[in-house]
C-alpha cells in the first residue's frame, strides 16, 4: 500500500460517540534476536489481521494436531516490520492533526513491551523522525494554509511520569511538578514549561533532546529500558482575524505518549531500585488496564478509577472523556518475545471496544463582550447619575 493511499477515516470525523482506533506495529527483528535464532511468529497477514503463532508449535511435530495455537486478532491497522514511519502516520494518527484544529482534543499513545518500538513509532531517529514530528509539521501546514483568516497560538511541553513523579524534559532542573485538579475535574501540571513551537526542525530538536533527559536504567532483560511514561502535549488556539465574523476561541489539545515498557516485573529479575520502578510502572499500567477493562465493558462499567495513578489522571478525557484517541500497540516478531505479544495483543483487544464522547472546544467569545458591554453600559450610566 502507498503512503498517498487515502484512508478512510470518515467514521472519526465530527463530534458524538466514538470508538478507540486501535493499531498494531510489528517491528522488524533485530540483530540480537537473529542472532539466538529466533524465529518470526506475528505476521500481518491482511492490512488489519494480525496472526500470533505459539512457537511451542514447533515442538509439537508429533502431535500436530492442537493448531488452535495460532491465534488471529484483528485492528484498524496492522503494520509489519517494513512498513516506514510515513504509512504509519498516515494511517494511524494523521487524522488527529485535522481535528485538532477543529478545536478537538486528541490523544495517540504507543504501547508495549521494552524494546517492541514504542519510541521510534513516535520519536522516531534523525532522519526518520515519528509521529510526534510529523504531527506537528501537519499542523503548521495547516495553519499555513488558513493564515490569512485565524490567528494561531501553538504552544508544547514534554514531560515524564517517572515512578509517580513528574518532571519536566525541557527543563529539567525545575525537579518534580505536581498535577493538579481544575475547576472543570481535568488535570494539568503546575509549573510545567510552554514553549512556543515555530518549525519541525526546532520540535525534532527539542524532542531528542528532551528525549535525553528521559530515565533510562539498565535492567537484566534489556540494555536501555524506559522506564517512564513521555507525555508530549501540544496544545492549539485560534482564533478568526476577520472582523464581524462569529468571535470564537477554538481550543485543541494533542497528547502524543511515548508509555514505558509494559513487561511484567518478574521478567527482568529486578531488584532493589529497579524494583520500586516496577512497581511503580505496573502501578500506572496496571490502573490504565484497569480503566480499559471498565471502559470497554459491554455491560457499562460501574465505576472508572482514574485517581489509581498519575498516569491515568492525566490521560482521562483521552479515555473516556472529551477526546479521539489513538492507540497503537507494539510486538516483537520473535518467538523469543512470544509471552509479551501475546500480552500485548490482548491487552490492545480489550482497548477496541473503548468508546469516548467528543466534542468541539469552543468558547463564544461574543456571548462575553456582550456581557461586558452591559455591564459597561451600566457603570456608565451609573457615572452619568452621580
Ligand atoms: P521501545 O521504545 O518500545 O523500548 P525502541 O523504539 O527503542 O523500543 O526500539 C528498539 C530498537 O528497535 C531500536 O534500536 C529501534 O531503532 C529499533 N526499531 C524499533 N522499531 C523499528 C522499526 N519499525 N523499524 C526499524 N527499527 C526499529
Ligand atoms: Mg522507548
Same mark, same amino acid.
Given at each position: 500500500?502507498?503512503?498517498?493511499?487515502?484512508?478512510?477515516?470518515?467514521?472519526?470525523?465530527?463530534?458524538?460517540?466514538?470508538?478507540?482506533?486501535?493499531?498494531?506495529?510489528?517491528?522488524?527483528?533485530?540483530?540480537?534476536?537473529?542472532?539466538?535464532?529466533?524465529?518470526?511468529?506475528?505476521?500481518?497477514?491482511?492490512?488489519?489481521?494480525?496472526?500470533?503463532?505459539?512457537?511451542?508449535?514447533?515442538?509439537?511435530?508429533?502431535?500436530?494436531?492442537?493448531?488452535?495455537?495460532?491465534?488471529?486478532?484483528?485492528?484498524?491497522?496492522?503494520?509489519?516490520?517494513?512498513?516506514?514511519?510515513?504509512?504509519?502516520?498516515?494511517?494511524?494518527?494523521?487524522?488527529?492533526? +485535522?481535528? %485538532?484544529?477543529? /478545536?478537538?482534543?486528541?490523544? @495517540?499513545?504507543?504501547? *508495549?513491551?521494552?524494546? $517492541?518500538?514504542? &519510541?521510534?513509532?513516535?520519536?522516531?531517529?534523525?532522519?526518520?523522525?515519528?509521529?510526534?514530528?510529523?504531527?506537528?509539521?501537519?499542523?503548521?501546514?495547516?495553519?499555513?494554509?488558513?493564515?490569512?483568516?485565524?490567528?494561531?497560538?501553538?504552544?508544547?511541553?514534554?514531560?515524564?511520569?517517572?515512578?509517580?513523579?513528574?518532571?519536566?524534559?525541557?527543563?529539567?532542573?525545575?525537579?518534580?511538578?505536581?498535577?493538579?485538579?481544575?475547576?472543570?475535574?481535568?488535570?494539568?501540571?503546575?509549573?510545567?514549561?510552554?514553549?512556543?513551537?515555530?518549525?519541525?526542525?526546532?520540535?525534532?530538536?527539542?524532542?531528542?533532546?528532551?528525549?535525553?533527559?528521559?530515565?533510562?536504567?539498565?535492567?537484566?532483560?534489556?540494555?536501555?529500558?524506559?522506564?517512564?511514561?513521555?507525555?508530549?502535549?501540544?496544545?492549539?488556539?485560534?482564533?478568526?482575524?476577520?472582523?464581524?465574523?462569529? +468571535?470564537? %476561541?477554538?481550543? /485543541?489539545?494533542?497528547?502524543? @505518549?511515548?508509555?514505558? *515498557?509494559?513487561?511484567? $516485573?518478574?521478567? &527482568?529479575?529486578?531488584?532493589?531500585?529497579?524494583?520500586?520502578?516496577?512497581?511503580?510502572?505496573?502501578?500506572?499500567?496496571?490502573?490504565?488496564?484497569?480503566?480499559?477493562?471498565?471502559?470497554?465493558?459491554?455491560?457499562?462499567?460501574?465505576?472508572?478509577?482514574?485517581?489509581?495513578?498519575?498516569?491515568?489522571?492525566?490521560?482521562?478525557?483521552?479515555?473516556?472523556?472529551?477526546?479521539?484517541?489513538?492507540?497503537?500497540?507494539?510486538?516483537?516478531?520473535?518467538?523469543?518475545?512470544?509471552?509479551?505479544?501475546?500480552?500485548?495483543?490482548?491487552?490492545?483487544?480489550?482497548?477496541?471496544?473503548?468508546?469516548?464522547?467528543?466534542?468541539?472546544?469552543?468558547?463564544?467569545?461574543?456571548?462575553?463582550?456582550?456581557?461586558?458591554?452591559?455591564?459597561?453600559?451600566?457603570?456608565?450610566?451609573?457615572?452619568?447619575?452621580?
Amino acid at each position: 500500500m502507498s503512503d498517498t493511499e487515502k484512508v478512510d477515516n470518515s467514521k472519526k470525523k465530527g463530534g458524538g460517540e466514538q470508538t478507540l482506533t486501535v493499531c498494531l506495529r510489528i517491528r522488524p527483528m533485530s540483530e540480537d534476536e537473529e542472532n539466538v535464532g529466533a524465529t518470526k511468529i506475528a505476521h500481518a497477514i491482511e492490512k488489519n489481521v494480525l496472526v500470533l503463532r505459539d512457537p511451542m508449535d514447533d515442538h509439537e511435530d508429533i502431535l500436530r494436531v492442537n493448531r488452535t495455537r495460532e491465534k488471529k486478532f484483528v485492528f484498524d491497522h496492522t503494520f509489519d516490520g517494513d512498513t516506514g514511519q510515513e504509512e504509519v502516520y498516515v494511517k494511524s494518527a494523521k487524522f488527529l492533526t +485535522e481535528n %485538532v484544529i477543529n /478545536g478537538y482534543n486528541a490523544t @495517540v499513545f504507543a504501547y *508495549g513491551a521494552t524494546g $517492541a518500538g514504542k &519510541t521510534y513509532t513516535m520519536l522516531g531517529i534523525d532522519n526518520n523522525p515519528g509521529i510526534m514530528a510529523r504531527a506537528l509539521n501537519d499542523l503548521f501546514l495547516e495553519m499555513d494554509k488558513t493564515s490569512e483568516e485565524m490567528v494561531y497560538n501553538v504552544s508544547m511541553s514534554y514531560l515524564e511520569i517517572y515512578n509517580e513523579m513528574i518532571r519536566d524534559l525541557l527543563v529539567p532542573s525545575a525537579g518534580i511538578l505536581d498535577l493538579r485538579e481544575d475547576a472543570k475535574g481535568g488535570c494539568h501540571v503546575a509549573g510545567l514549561s510552554e514553549v512556543k513551537a515555530k518549525s519541525t526542525d526546532d520540535v525534532m530538536k527539542m524532542l531528542i533532546m528532551g528525549n535525553k533527559q528521559r530515565t533510562q536504567e539498565p535492567t537484566a532483560a534489556n540494555k536501555t529500558s524506559s522506564r517512564s511514561h513521555a507525555v508530549l502535549q501540544v496544545t492549539v488556539i485560534q482564533k478568526n482575524k476577520v472582523v464581524n465574523t462569529s +468571535e470564537e %476561541v477554538r481550543t /485543541g489539545k494533542f497528547f502524543m @505518549v511515548d508509555l514505558a *515498557g509494559s513487561e511484567r $516485573a518478574a521478567n &527482568t529479575h529486578n531488584k532493589g531500585k529497579r524494583m520500586v520502578e516496577g512497581a511503580h510502572i505496573n502501578r500506572s499500567l496496571l490502573a490504565l488496564g484497569n480503566c480499559i477493562n471498565a471502559l470497554s465493558d459491554k455491560q457499562g462499567a460501574k465505576y472508572i478509577n482514574y485517581r489509581d495513578s498519575k498516569l491515568t489522571r492525566l490521560l482521562k478525557d483521552a479515555l473516556g472523556g472529551n477526546c479521539k484517541t489513538v492507540m497503537i500497540a507494539h510486538v516483537s516478531p520473535a518467538s523469543t518475545q512470544f509471552e509479551e505479544s501475546r500480552n500485548t495483543l490482548v491487552y490492545a483487544d480489550r482497548a477496541k471496544h473503548i468508546k469516548t464522547k467528543v466534542r468541539r472546544n469552543v468558547a463564544d467569545v461574543s456571548y462575553h463582550i456582550a456581557q461586558y458591554s452591559n455591564i459597561i453600559q451600566e457603570l456608565r450610566e451609573e457615572i452619568m447619575r452621580l
